[in-house]
């Protein structure tokens, strides 16, 4: 089936460790997406990329990073540097143009 | 800078009555407008796109209005169920930049 798989699920990470968390996309869509969401504050945009090798902060992007080294993948570290990571993360994607959005199940990363 | 508000924050309503959902934005200059659905602890589905010139999208029980000029977009359901319980946001799409969302209306359908 086609859709955007983010994985894993559920994530727990140490006080000072890195986290890399997966999204990929089979619908061939050019533009990929990270958003944080939090309760009482909607989704705010972490990165966003557009064309493969090239990705722009968004909002948010104090201590997280990422990669578009395929068109398929975009994957989010989230650093030490990250003060307050404890979120759920959701990834989207769509073709070019003013098409329509699509996302993935989410990550819940808490600080343990 | 784009900002979208969603009123209200939490509507509870009867199986069976039909409701109104709403969503504003500040700059009306926007391409397009969609709606999501999103139980909890899940992803967001997308339920109705419209584009900017526009004014309406059916789909089933749900149709999605547009007055770009008005800044102001309404998602109405109609005949609700307790299955479509669940927070629905708006999200516009001005120039070249990504969504930018509401917080959401959380719906309770009552049986």
Known sequence: ?112 | KQEVTQIPAALSVPEGENLVLNCSFTDSAIYNLQWFRQDPGKGLTSLLLIQSSQREQTSGRLNASLDKSSGRSTLYIAASQPGDSATYLCAVKTGNTPLVFGKGTRLSVIA
């Open chain 1, 1 to 112: 089936d086609g859709g955007i798989t983010q994985s894993p699920k559920y994530l727990f990470r140490k006080e000072g460790q890195n986290v890399t968390l997966s999204c990929e996309q089979n619908l061939n869509h050019d533009a990929m997406y990270w958003y944080r969401q939090d309760p009482g504050q909607g989704l705010r945009l972490i990165y966003y990329s557009q064309i493969v090798n090239d990705f722009q902060k968004g909002d948010i992007a104090e201590g997280y990073s990422v990669s578009r080294e395929k068109k398929e993948s975009f994957p989010l570290t989230v650093t030490s540097a990250q003060k307050n990571p404890t979120a759920f993360y959701l990834c989207a994607s769509r073709r070019a143009g003013n098409t329509e959005a699509f996302f993935g199940q989410g990550t819940r990363l808490t600080v343990v």
